[in-house]
Each structure stands twice: as C-alpha cells, then as structure tokens.
C-alpha cells in the first residue's frame, strides 16, 4: 500500500523542447517577441499575417565574440534619408582606390546617383560587438588609442572617442569605416617613419599594406551600407549621421573632396528637414535624438566647406549653402528683403563677458561664424556682384556682427592669455592659438567682403603677424618639439639617411611631406597629420595670399609646406604651392629677396600687381591643379591684364 501511495505522489515527467541553436538574423519585431520569424523581407510574413508593423532586420549578425565594452547611449529615430555619391559607391577594393574621376581638371560634373532609405520607426542601441579578425582589431585598437584623439583635432570630441566606437558595435559599415580610418592612421605613421610601432610586427608593417587595407575596409563600409539600402533596413537618424560623418573623413582623408562634399550637402539637407519638421533649433529640442555635439559636427563641416568654396571658387553642384536660394516660398526662413536678411546679425547672439572653458569659446565662435556665412550669403543674393563682393552701401547692415566678433574677443582674452600656465595641457594651449587665428581670419574677411580693392588688406598687417606667431606656437612649440621628443636620438632617427630626407611612398590623396621641400629638415620628425576639424591652415592660407609683407606671407608659406597636414578639405601642401605661386606673379619686378633683413625685404606689392584667387580646379588624388587669378572685382568676360592660369603638380 504504501508503495502504491509513493508511485500515486510522483509527478510525471515534463517533456522538454528539442534544443537547437537560437536564431539571432529575425526581424527586431519577432525577437522582442520571442517568436520565430520567417525572415521574409523587407517585411516578414508574421508581422504582416498578425497585423503588426515589421521593424526589419538587424544590420548585422552579431555575437558576442571579442566584444569591447563601450557605455552605451539609447537611440531612437524618425523618418529621414540618406545618400552616397557617386564617386563613392565602389563596392570592390580596386574601384574604391580609384576615388577619382578621370578628367579632374573638367568644369562640367556628373550628376550622381543617390540611393535612400526611409527610417520607418524607431531603434535603441543595446550593448553588444562583432567578431573582429585579427588584423580588424588591431586596427580597431589603433583608431580607439590614436586616430580618434587625432581627428579630434585640438579638442577633446566625445563623438570620436565614445559615440563612433558606440555605434560600430551595432551598425557594419560603421565598423568597416572605423578600421579603414585607423588603418589610414598607419599608412601616414609608416609613411613618415616616426614610432610607435604598427599593430603587428611582421613584414605586414608598410605604409603599402596599410594603404591596400583601407581601402579594403572602405569597400566593405560602401557594399554593407548599400545592401541596407536596397533591404530597406531601419536606421536611426544618429546611424545616419555618424556615417556621414565617416564616410566623409574617409574621403577627405583621401583627397575625394567632391565626393566629400555631396556627404555633407546630404547630412546638412537632413539636418533641415529635422529643424523644419520640429519649428525648432536643433540644439533646444530636449527630446532630440541626435546629440548637440552631432549637430555641432556638421555646423563645423559646412563652415569648413563654405570656407573652402570662398577661397577656392567650387562650380556647382560643389557649393555649399547654408541658407535657402532666394525666392524659395516653401522655405520658412526665406528673407523677403535685405533687411530681414540683414535681421540675422541679432539672431542668438547673445556672448558672456568671460568664457569659462575653450569649448565654450569653441562653440560660440562656431555659431558666429556659421551666422556671418548666412548672411553673406542672403546679402549676396540680393545684391549679386563678382567674386561675391558686397557693395559698400549696405556694410552698415553688418555692424553687428563686427561688435559680436569684438565681444567674442574680449571674452576670450583670459583664457588666451593664460594658455602658457603651468596647468594648461599642450593640447589645450594648441587649442587656444587655433581659436583665435580663426577668429583673427574670420574678422579679416568679414570686413573685406565689402571692399573692391586688395589695398585694404594692409590695414590687417598686426592681425597677419599675429597669426603667424600664433601658428609657429603650434608647430614649432608644441608638435616639432613632441616629435622630437618621441623620436629620442636626432642622430639614429630613421627620419634620416646619411644626412638627407628619406624617399618615402606617395599615396592618392594623402597629406605626406612635400617632396624636395628641405628648408628645415627638423620638420621630417613631424607625422603628416589629418584632423576633420578647422586648424592652423586656411589662416595660413589667407596671409601667405593677402598679406604683402615679403617676410610675413614666406613665413606662412614655410609652416604650410613644412608641416604637412589635412584639415578636413584643407590641404597644407596645396595652399603653400597656391600661395607660392600667387606670389611669383604679384612679386615679378621686384628684387630678389634675400631674407627678412635685406632691402628687398621692405619693398612693396602695388595695387596694379596684387591678384586674388578666381578658380582653383585640382585633384588631390593626382595631385595636379589648375589655378587662375585675376583683378579683384573684375567679371568674368571682362577684359583683365592681371589674369593669369597655371597648371601645376607636386
């Protein structure tokens, strides 16, 4: 009995699943829900039989092998588009190293083809990683340890340190991009011989292979975003920023400046749609998705691309505009008058007495400078002139902006002025200089947007003189006593060969020392260096071709070609051969100058021999160029004696 009371107490046993391997490639929708998904696309069949609204795919398969801890910051997404240029969809290695187009030189451009794709609903982030190879990671690692810091440029950027690492652990091409700029990282490092080392010590280790490997990545980036777009899968708006943003570093890094370009014309096309939609300013929307420092990202890369068109007179479609085209009634910040153009001059100008930290001066000289490039801009529309000179009639409706760029410098004096205490990193000091040359450059234009004449340009001659003291500040002070440094012995520095500067590979599109240029053989220890962010050269740039000063522009020239470096768009090597060459022509019949002490040293350009820049037409993967000036104020298809065209390579 009491057997057959134990066998009556024993509970059957509980059948259990069959196990087999958990399938993670289902739509978003069936995961959250925990029920297999058909994978049918774009929409899977369940969500659609059942009703619901398919959220489609992950971009990526994903595992948790080799996964780098990155803290994460949730995401979401509304409807948005993004596009790729033409010249940058090769999906294949070989067609993704020849970025540039045939015929550089030519004035007609190709319309690209623009792929899209609407974000439907929303995503978050959650932690996670993909499987790097070997060769992955260790460039994965070189860009989280030193191209981030670099493309940071002289200021500590949370986008590159912490939001792109983010985001490559969720989003491929992200990932693909990230190791193909790290690799770019290497392939200047092994160019200009300066340690560390590379990420492997076997024969791998050459600028040619870093080269080679980038370009790998690169292709891999453009074909995983192109198969999201043709399986029309989610992405946030943040996703399609940031791959913006790398895809236009990439380019940039690599001389593609056209390509560049239509990246950012997309991104700031993107970036409206969003404000319109809201009827707010990105940067006061609390339940924005998109951070402030992203939105900051491509207000200084449309400053960096209006700046390059002033200097160097882009033909459309390369032309950046930060403000709707006149006439545009479906535009609400369409001006109807000059006036109202003129009204931006009060938009958020508001500039404390003191700026606590440099990012805040940062910021703040930022919006200035976008401000003053919108004004221009709208002025220019309604009072059309050669090489966008605005007459001197409605200068007046600038005023304010010339007490806000004085305010802006008062504010900014303290810290200026303490930039060489004993607290203030090296960094942070570059930092300082960087600000206010672009802040001395800004105010130069500015004030001579209004004027016809290249004589007014030496009523900045102390401003000229301050920039350059400032950029050898930087160069001299900061980076060539660092490289020197690093490299320890002078003598046995492989910068060197029996005395000379060694022969080193020549790469597409990439910042490298400029052959045959010897002046200061203690500039070779210095590593060619890009940064996405504005630096030391366009206002380099601006003295070495309007100051007439023989002894400040040389200056200017020497630290362009010396110390080579890629701002974004803005290549050290080709503005000091621009510069040079504008002064060979404004300097013929002059004496030969023999130095800052010599007579020759004091003489002066005159009015009749002084030209500004009216076109330049280059190739930065060819490195070739064709250059034309003329007389400042002259139409084109007016008679001109002063114009002049060259063609040149380096």
């Known amino acids: 009995m009491e057997s057959a009371g134990s066998a009556a107490k024993v509970k059957p046993a509980r059948q259990r699943r069959a ?14 829900r925990r029920v297999k998904c058909d994978e049918t696309r774009p929409q899977c069949t369940k ?15 994903r595992t948790v092998e080799a996964a780098i801890p990155i803290a994460p910051r949730p995401g979401a997404s509304t409807a948005t588009i993004i596009s790729t240029s033409s010249s940058s969809s090769s999906s294949s290695p070989l067609n993704s190293a020849e970025l540039v187009r045939r015929d550089p030189l030519r004035r007609g451009p190709t319309n690209p083809r623009i792929p899209t794709v609407r974000v439907v ?16 990671g260790q460039y994965f690692q070189v860009f989280q340890k030193h191209t981030a810091s670099e493309l940071s440029g002289f200021f500590d950027s949370e986008f590159w340190t912490r939001s792109v690492l983010q985001e490559s652990h969720s989003e491929a091409s992200i990932r693909h991009a990230v190791v193909a700029l790290g690799a770019l990282y290497k392939t200047l ?21 870093h080269y080679n490997f980038a370009l790998q990545q690169y292709g891999k980036a453009l074909t995983r975003l192109r198969e999201s777009l043709e399986n029309q899968e989610t992405r946030s708006q943040r996703t399609i920023l940031i791959s913006i943003v790398l895809f236009t570093c990439f380019q940039s890094f690599t001389g593609d400046h056209k390509a560049a370009i239509f990246q950012i014309q997309s991104g700031l096309g993107l970036l409206e749609e969003r404000r319109q939609e809201s009827g707010q300013p990105l940067t006061r929307r609390k339940d924005d998705i998109v951070e402030e420092e992203l939105v900051q990202m491509f207000t200084r890369l449309a400053i960096q691309a209006k700046s390059y068109d002033m200097a160097f007179h882009f033909p459309h479609p390369y032309v950046i505009r930060l403000s709707p085209q006149r006439g545009d009634p479906s535009s609400p910040t369409s001006p109807s008058s000059p006036s109202d153009a003129a009204s931006t001059a009060s938009m958020d100008a508001h500039i404390p007495l003191k700026f606590a930290t440099s990012q805040e001066a940062r910021q703040a000289l930022d919006s200035l400078c976008e401000r003053i490039m919108r004004f221009n801009e709208l002025l220019s529309s309604f009072h059309p002139g050669p090489n966008n000179i605005l007459p001197k009639s409605v200068q007046s409706s600038g005023h304010g902006f010339k007490m806000q760029l004085s305010q802006w410098e008062k504010a900014f004096d303290p810290l200026l002025e303490s930039r ?6 090296n960094t942070e000091r570059a930092g300082r200089d960087v600000l206010r040359m672009i802040h001395l450059m ?7 947007g209004f004027s016809k004449t290249e004589m007014d340009f030496d009523n900045f001659i102390p401003l000229f003189k301050e920039i350059v003291e400032l950029a050898k500040e930087v160069v001299v002070d900061e980076e060539l006593l660092l ?34 240029y010897r002046e200061e053989d203690g500039f070779l220890h210095i590593k060619a260096s890009f940064a996405l962010d504005l630096g030391i050269v366009p206002p380099l740039f601006v003295v070495a071709t309007k100051c007439r000063d023989r002894k400040l522009r040389r200056e200017a020239i020497r630290l362009l070609l010396s110390s080579p470096r890629r701002e974004g768009m803005w290549d050290s090597i080709l503005s000091g051969r621009v510069a040079q060459w504008i002064v060979e022509i404004e300097e013929e019949g002059l004496s030969p100058y023999e130095g800052p002490w010599g007579k020759a040293a004091m003489e002066t350009v005159g009015e009749e021999r002084r030209v500004m820049v009216k076109e330049i037409l280059f190739d930065m993967q060819r490195r070739e160029a064709r250059l034309r000036c003329g007389t400042r104020g002259a139409r084109d298809g007016d008679p001109d004696e002063r114009a002049r065209v060259k063609d040149m390579w380096w």
């Open 483 to 516: 490289a020197q440094e690093r490299c320890g012995d002078v003598n046995a520095c492989r910068h060197k060969a029996d005395g000379r500067p060694m022969n080193r590979p020549h790469f597409p599109g990439l910042a490298l020392h400029h052959p045959g």
């Open 442 to 448: 800004t105010t130069i234009l500015f004030i001579m």
């Open 47 to 61: 969500c659609v039989r059942s009703g619901r609204h398919c959220d489609g795919y992950p971009a990526y398969r």
């Open 121 to 136: 609903s929303p995503t978050s982030y959650k932690p996670g990683g993909f499987a790097f190879n070997a060769q992955e």
């Open 19 to 32: 196990s087999r391997p958990k399938v993670k490639t289902g739509c978003n929708n069936c995961k959250n």
């Open 189 to 209: 490092e092994k160019a200009s011989e300066s340690p560390p080392g590379s990420p492997d010590n076997n024969s791998f280790d050459t600028a040619t292979n």
């Open 420 to 425: 060489r205490h004993a607290n203030v990193s």
